[in-house]
């Protein structure tokens, strides 16, 4: 049990370190309101047409694009979790980040400005 416990304060510890990294880059604290606004949704599934559509906060869009067969869940936590990483682990100012998550890698995840 305490184990669990553990492992579920380190992975919460880090998606906060992403989202602090997300917040202090420049441009990143419109990210960080878009990628909350998309992963408010608590039961989100892709494809969608709420997914595909994403939010935008000035000019940061975060979506989620899908060719999932049957349809997938995006929980919560891990909306929020893998947007923070893009943002914080790359340089999507100017451009974009996109990465692949789900089963097959049919979930794509993308963050652009």
Not at 27 to 43: E, M, N, P, S
Request: glycine share 8%; net charge positive.
């Amino acid at each position: 049990m305490q184990l669990i416990k553990l492992i579920t304060l380190a992975a919460v510890a880090t998606a906060t370190s992403d989202q602090d990294k997300c917040t202090a880059k420049r441009g990143g604290k419109h990210a960080v309101q878009a990628i909350q606004a998309l992963c408010a949704k608590t039961d989100m599934v892709v494809p969608s047409t709420y997914a595909q559509n994403g939010h935008t906060v000035s000019s940061a869009h975060a979506f989620i694009s899908s060719n999932c067969s049957p349809a997938e869940w995006v929980p919560q936590y891990w909306c929020l979790t893998q947007f923070y990483a893009m943002c914080a682990n790359n340089d999507f100012i100017g451009g974009s980040t996109s990465q692949r998550y789900g089963n097959g890698g049919c979930q794509y995840f993308e963050l652009s400005k």
